[in-house]
Every structure is written in structure tokens, then in C-alpha cells.
Nanobody
Framework: QVQLVESGGGLVQTGGSLRLSCVAS????????MGWFRQAPGKEREFVAA????????YPANSVKGRFTISRDNAKNTVYLQMNSLKPEDTAVYYC??????????????????????WGQGTQVTVSS
């Protein structure tokens, strides 16, 4: 039974920071590339960032490059998203996902949930102005 459980969301002011965590269980964590998506009400799901299986390569979306950092700790079965310089437009539900890809660049083109293997339930991030 695979589970991805996100945590760390909340309310923060513009310019603030949050660190999201996603703990995976029931899978061989190091065999999956991991990533984050977000979705605001009435908008389509947006790719945020992905990280390679070993953590050596990251693939941030242009919208968050320079502000967000994705990382993983395979010993803890955890992927992180450090979010700095937050803006109101970052407000969304953030989802952790896992995919059986050899690399991470394919994540930029993911549009459907079923293109990836597992998804968490999401954690709300709200950035106030």
C-alpha cells in the first residue's frame, strides 16, 4: 500500500517562507523520481519542480526557479519543497507525486494525473498580501 503524505502547508505573508515535506511509504523510494504540482481553484494543475532518483538533479519550473528548491532524503523516504519569497500567486493546493522515470525532465510535460504513479492528498498553501 503506497502512501504519499504531505505536510508543512499553511498561511504565510508575502515574502515569507514555507517548507513542504512529503513522506512516502509502501514503495522503493529511491526507484522513483519525485515532484511537486500545485493547483489553484478554477485553474489547471501546474508543475512546480521534480528531483531525480538520487537527488543529484533538480528540475524546477520557470515560475518558481530561484525561489523554490526541491530536494530529497532517501534515507527518510522524504521529498521537500523549500519555498522562499512567496507571492499571493503561489496560493494553491500543493501535491506530491512519484513517477517511475529514469530522469526528471519528462515532468515538465506532465498534464494528467495518470501519467504518474502515485499522488498525495495535497496540502494548502495560502500567501496573503
Amino acid at each position: 500500500q503506497v502512501q504519499l503524505v504531505e505536510s508543512g502547508g499553511g498561511l504565510v505573508q508575502t515574502g515569507g517562507s514555507l517548507r513542504l515535506s512529503c513522506v512516502a511509504s509502501g514503495l522503493t523510494f529511491g526507484s522513483y523520481t519525485m515532484g511537486w504540482f500545485r493547483q489553484a481553484p478554477g485553474k489547471e494543475r501546474e508543475f512546480v519542480a521534480a528531483v531525480s532518483r538520487s537527488g543529484g538533479f533538480t528540475y524546477p519550473a520557470n515560475s518558481v526557479k530561484g525561489r523554490f528548491t526541491i530536494s530529497r532524503d532517501n534515507a527518510k523516504n522524504t521529498v521537500y519543497l523549500q519555498m522562499n519569497s512567496l507571492k499571493p500567486e503561489d496560493t494553491a493546493v500543493y501535491y506530491c507525486a512519484a513517477g517511475r522515470f529514469s530522469g526528471g525532465s519528462v515532468w515538465y510535460g506532465v498534464k494528467r494525473r495518470d501519467e504518474l504513479d502515485y499522488w498525495g492528498q495535497g496540502t494548502q498553501v495560502t500567501v496573503s498580501s
